[in-house]
């Protein structure tokens, strides 16, 4: 019997591999120490309440309350309030990371 978390994995890289594209992670937004990163993740909202945005990554990520993450080309922001790591069946299935979009200035609109 093939286990759950397993196949839960397999569909999100799946759906990763269609949806998915570059994300730019930032660090210490609009200060003069600011870096960033690029990784490959998915911007998704909760089946249940569209209003809720995340963003989905196939591994753990550095990613702190406060971090800012853009989807490369983009213009819009959004500031990270809270993490999560989903685990099914003791298996890794992705990091996510809940957000807020917010304006240039970092100001939340």
Do not use: H
């Amino acid at each position: 019997m093939i286990n759950a978390g397993k196949r839960f994995r397999e569909g999100f890289l799946q759906l990763l591999k269609t949806f998915g594209g570059t994300v730019v992670i930032i660090k210490d937004f609009k200060c003069s120490n600011s870096s960033q990163v690029e990784v490959k993740g998915m911007k998704n909202s909760k089946k249940d309440n569209s209003s809720i945005i995340m963003f989905q990554f196939p591994d753990k990520q550095d990613i702190v309350v406060g971090d800012v993450i853009q989807q490369k080309g983009s213009s819009e922001y959004w500031k990270v309030y809270e993490t999560e790591e989903k685990i099914t069946t003791d298996i890794f299935v992705y990091f996510i990371a809940y957000v807020n979009k917010i304006d240039s200035n970092g100001n939340r609109i």
